[in-house]
């Protein structure tokens, strides 16, 4: 099937734009991006970029303060000593401070305003105060110096923030994607019947533009003129190519595979089908669950604890007459609250989850993809393109007239070598897996909707489907007529053979194309249930006997998993939506338009690689690869990353459990108290303990075997 040329350069992008202009019917594609990303990304922009550039800047201004802190020197047992050596820290920790905690800062306002103290808020204040007591330490108002501290904090969280935002996944290219789908121009037809290029924004309704073979349609409407078949599968899931005649209606982003057509505009704009999709990725990724991750959870809890604990300790050494005391106790109460390990707990756990995922081909775009996988308990598979290869192959030949299978399988290739219809071309590659090579035939011609004629060998033969039966009034042998049954009660294309002698016609042989079952599907259904997920579920566009043929030979179990068939694109959405109205938490599979809606609105969308750009884009998880057994590798990585997450934020908050009573002097009756420089200490070991914990997850292997 050929396809418009489309030329991959910045220009075809800008084209888009042009449509945008124009009135393009598909929204910007970034009207719903904000919607798809966490607080974090509310406080600061959602590019990893920003963090990137803080990150390595402020890395670059840490190291001369740490280096020439006193407190690391007398550690280390070095000593440096250079004019304005005293200047290092207040300077370069203030434009850290500024520059590299803004983001961090201006996060803490909203959560102000919004009345959710979190991650940002106690960052924010362990910043400030560290900051405040080492300004006025460089002045000679106090003596609590944090410079190394506040710059290597500051810097840690942006290393935090930059893998979090790494592992986030963007909305906006699943609408970009599906403003794709259309062609940029479509040829009109003017008062004379000449075709005209025009921009694809300027058709209106009651316009007639032709479509040529290989085209896509460019807006939804009616055919007046033509015969084709068209090639649906993008839009309605429907594996095999649709006849389409005048009369019929057709939608855009369609393909005619063998002829030209004539269409009646009757739809444009917010009207077309394709734009209605677009709505429903738009609205399921709207409604997407907004929760923070669970560091911020645990960051709120720590605000109040760490402000809590500082007033306390505030009050409770002013009363026994010791403020400077108290002033001490309060600042290393609130700086070692601050959350270096807390806030690598989470985006560290994502960042290695998604490189290890990378190298087994899964790719995770929605940094809470993971952490919802593991709770998931119904998986649902669109089947075209997922469980099945989303492209027909030769399953049964039968043969009459003395002819062999091997005949009939061959002489039916060489009628149809010199089509492209796509069952033609599952002919020919099964007769050439076969052993022909020379498939040779002459005089081909094609007749639209019912087959195509060619000679071989001599002899005029014809191939085409009932409706070429019909045409000739052939009637089929017995031994082609009980085969051909049983094959269209599977839901199979079954093509027949015709000889053709002058004004008599012969059927001598017929042969059977389905959708193939892709061989690792159903060793990914068992494994699922070895993983406990409690139902599969098959959704397709093909009729009943199609999917319930596929179904029997996956093994789904009667009673317990489902298939739904005949389902539109509007419905796939609202079948997840059901699903999750019964109690269960959803996981996607699929790998068409027609899906986009469906893997944005369920709990984790998981896109098959191979299949197009939307559903990639609309999906939290993409699959490199065509294997649906890489699913239980999500949900593998799932398990085992959430099992590190909550390891290093028990790590994280024990060390403050331990360290904030500590520091707020609740042992110092028995002489044990917790200074800031063994404060800092205990802040890095724990920050290199998550680090470390999370390093193991290098050793999960996702696939078994693998």
Known sequence: MSQPHRTATPGHHAGHDHHQARGHPLGHPDDHASHQHGVHDKHAGHDPEVFRRKFWLSLALTVPVVATS??????????????????????????????????????????????????????????????????????????????????????????????????????????????????DDAERLDADGRPQPVPVGELRVGDTVLVRSGGRVPADGRIVDGRAELDESMVTGESRPVPRTVGDRVVAGTVATDSALRVQVDAVGDDTALAGIQRLVGQAQQSRGRAQVLADRFAAWLFFIAAGAGLVTFAAWWALGDLTGSVVRTVTVLVIACPHALGLAIPLVISLSTAVAARAGILVKDRLALERMRTVDAVLFDKTGTLTKGAHTVTGVAAAAGLTEQQVLHTTAAVEADSEHPLARAIVAAARRDGATHLRAEQFQSLTGRGVQATVGGIRYAVGGPALLRELHVGLPDEIAAAASAWAGRGAAVLHLVRLDGDAAQAVGALALEDEVRPEAKEAIAQLRQLGVGKIVMITGDARQVADAVAADLGLRSG??????????????????????????????GDGVND???????????????????????????????????????????????????????????????????????????????????????????????????????????????
């Open 70 to 183: 006193h407190m690391v020197m007398d550690w280390l047992g070095y000593q440096l000593d250079f004019p304005g050596m005293s200047l290092v820290g207040p300077v370069l920790g203030t434009v850290v401070f500024l520059y590299g905690g803004r983001p961090f800062l201006a996060g803490a306002v909203t959560e102000v305003r919004d009345r959710a103290p979190g991650m940002m808020l106690l960052i924010s204040m362990a910043i400030t105060v560290a900051y405040t007591a080492s300004l006025a330490t460089s002045l000679g108002w106090f003596d609590l110096e944090f410079w190394w501290e506040l710059a290597a904090l500051v810097t840690i969280m942006l290393l935090g923030h930059w893998q979090e935002m790494k592992a986030i996944g963007q909305a906006s290219g699943a609408l970009a994607a599906l403003a794709a789908l259309l062609p």
């Open 596 to 706: 986009a809606p469906a893997l944005a609105r369920a709990d984790v969308g998981i896109a098959i690689g191979a299949g197009t750009d939307v559903a990639i884009e609309s999906a939290g998880v993409v699959l490199a690869s065509s294997d649906p057994r890489a699913v239980t590798g999500v949900i593998r990585l799932s398990r085992a990353s959430y099992r590190k997450m909550i390891q290093n934020l028990a790590w994280a908050a024990g060390y403050n459990i331990v360290a904030i009573p500590l520091a707020a002097g609740v042992l110092a009756w028995a002489g044990i108290t917790l200074s800031p420089a063994v404060g800092a200490v205990l802040m890095s070991a724990s920050t290199i303990v998550v680090a470390l914990n999370a390093q193991l997850l290098r050793r999960v292997r996702l696939i078994p075997g693998g």
């Open 560 to 589: 317990v998993d489902e298939v739904f068939a005949e389902v539109l694109p509007a419905d796939k959405d609202r079948t997840v939506a059901e699903l999750q109205q019964r109690g269960l938490r959803v996981a996607m599979v």
